[in-house]
């Protein structure tokens, strides 16, 4: 016993931020719920898009002319990654609110008693993850899709206008989308709470808005969190939503918000 | 070394730790005993800068926790509520703690060898048992090869050779000049390790001293009387701080008074005695003795 605990058995090392993501890394792909839900969220952007294609493939000689015109093939082929936000956002939920959960927080922040790199380590690396999957994801989609609506010479090609950034603009979203859900996870600190909460906001609170007067509507609604983010996804101009860099600009605004009022109740709540 | 001064810390307007003032030195096993819901556990979170006190501050080695820049190294800490995701296996849970001081997985590796997990140390760590729990807390103690040892109740749920196993643990790391601090509820647990006390009651300090001044200075003297004269006896043994219980038709336990007392004033009353017998305190006893109406919920 005295040998494991002789001072020489440890190396004295300070705690820096790349440690931290190394070991938030370590966290990530270590438990279970990562790999389930970023399967589900790949499978999804894949799938969907597939699924999708062939159903309008399959049917195109019904389709009337009208149908026909307003057919936008980009709307097939990021279908998927609308889907998998849920499993991202759940997984960004998570990622905090099992820490606290379990227990592990207290580890966490032994381990890390200034906190606030493991809020950054913990953004850092999931967006990187989000990112690094995502991105190929959507890119095979948007191939898959297209190629399959190709027999009816309604395909996209990657190189038509605002094509590419609408692809993988897809992938961006996804990623705001995980720390938007991970800083929401650090705020509520409970999964089940944090889960509504990003539910609320993404899915529940954009219909709601119908019930303001329709001017009101029309003014708010292009500044929603999700509706400023998908900004980035259209190929058409849309005079209902804002252009895309800003709605993206917006997006990415409200999940810094996030993320600092997460940083700001870390340092100061009790654990 | 943990030195705290003035340590207060109030959840809404209950009080759970109440102008607390020690040290904790190094070298030695100092246990820190206090009945259940006394505030040890919310002392120690404040220790490690997981609460922040409502007023007066505590320091490690010099410094507060949070401001060591590799704390893992300062303190080790086993806490009583788990700190383990359920879902992760003991080695990852280890080496996500190491990865953050830069501590090579070697090290890792020899501790779930050197607490007995290598059979489960890749199994979830929900699967544990509470004793498996409470050795994968002491390796995650030990990880930083820390100056100060901080564990809380850590003999809970252990079998007998693993309570064995701890006593010979926390009595080589204070032989190794660390300071080791130990809270348990368990009197008689911290009679077997512990070098200094420092006994807390409804977070007020109520005692900090030596083991063996302890039961010399907290404990009333405890006499055991066998008299067939019961009612005279009583009568005669009344005064301020004594307390006369019948333990069983004949026999009768004097708190708060010594044996010669006891005898001489049995004879000033001509009460016949057939025994007369003092009794030595355990440190239990003195325990109760010190948290009596430290309470919360006193059992009647």
């Given at each position: 016993m005295s040998a494991i605990a002789a001072p020489a058995a440890a190396g004295r090392e300070r705690v820096t931020q790349l440690r931290v993501i190394v070991s938030e890394w370590t966290k990530l792909r270590s438990v279970r719920s990562t790999s389930w839900s970023l399967f589900a969220a790949t499978v999804l952007t894949i799938g969907f898009p597939i699924l999708a294609s062939a159903v309008i493939s399959a049917h195109w000689g019904q389709r009337s002319p009208g149908d026909r015109a307003h057919f936008n093939p980009i709307d097939p082929a990021l279908v998927g990654s609308q889907i998998a936000q849920l499993a991202i956002g759940v997984l960004g939920v998570l990622v905090m609110s099992a820490e606290y959960s379990t227990g592990m927080i207290r580890a966490s922040f032994t381990a890390v008693p200034k906190r606030l790199p493991v809020l950054w380590a913990k953004a850092i690396v999931f967006a990187a993850v989000t990112f690094a999957l995502m991105l190929p994801a959507v890119l095979i989609a948007f191939f898959a899709s297209q190629s399959i609506l190709s027999r009816h010479h309604v395909n996209l090609h990657?190189?038509?206008?605002h094509v590419a950034r609408a692809v993988i603009g897809a992938a961006l979203y996804l990623t705001v989308i995980a720390i938007f859900a991970l800083g929401l996870g650090a705020i509520v600190r409970n999964t089940a709470g944090g889960i509504a909460a990003f539910a609320a906001i993404l899915f529940v609170i954009p219909p709601l808005m119908n019930v303001l007067p329709t001017s009101w509507n029309n003014a708010a609604s292009p500044y929603l969190p999700g509706n400023a983010g998908r900004a980035l996804l259209a190929v058409r101009p849309d005079s209902s939503s804002l252009a895309p860099w800003t709605g993206f600009g917006v997006f990415c605004a409200y999940a810094a918000g996030a993320l600092v009022v997460a940083a700001i109740l870390l340092v100061r709540r009790d654990t | 070394m943990i030195e705290a001064r003035d340590l207060t810390k109030d959840y809404g307007d209950k009080r759970a730790v109440d102008g607390l003032s020690f040290d904790v030195r190094p070298g030695i096993v100092t246990g820190f005993l206090g009945p259940n819901g006394s505030g040890k556990s919310t002392t120690m979170r404040l220790i490690l800068g997981l609460d922040r006190p409502t007023k007066g501050h505590v320091t490690v080695n010099g410094k507060p926790y949070r401001e060591h820049p590799a704390p893992l190294h300062e303190v080790g800490a086993l806490l009583e509520a788990r700190s383990v995701h359920t879902g992760r296996s003991a080695r990852n849970h280890l080496l996500a703690l190491a990865q953050t001081h830069g501590i090579p997985k070697k090290r890792v590796d020899e501790l779930i060898d050197h607490v007995g997990l290598h059979e489960v140390a890749r199994k979830r760590a929900g699967k544990f048992s509470l004793g498996m729990g409470q050795r994968l807390g002491i390796a995650t103690a030990l990880l930083g090869d820390p100056h100060t040892v901080m564990l809380d109740e850590p003999v809970n749920g252990l079998d007998p050779e693993g309570i064995q196993w701890i006593r010979t643990l926390l009595k080589g790391l204070a032989a190794e000049g660390r300071t080791v601090f130990v809270s348990s509820h368990l009197m008689s647990e911290m009679a077997l390790t512990a070098d200094h006390l420092i006994v807390i009651g409804r977070g007020r300090l109520i005692a900090d001293a030596s083991v063996t001044d302890f039961l010399a200075g907290a404990s009333k003297p405890l006499v055991h009387v066998r008299s067939p004269q019961g009612e005279a006896l009583r009568e005669a043994l009344q005064g301020p701080d004594v307390t006369v219980t019948v333990v069983e038709p004949g026999l009768f336990e004097v708190l708060g008074l010594t044996a010669a007392q006891v005898g001489e004033a049995a004879a000033a009353h001509g009460i016949v005695l057939h025994e007369l017998s003092p009794h030595q305190a355990s440190l239990e006893e003195a325990f109760m003795d010190l948290t009596r109406g430290e309470l919360e919920f006193a059992a009647t």
């Open positions: 990657f190189s038509d206008p | -």
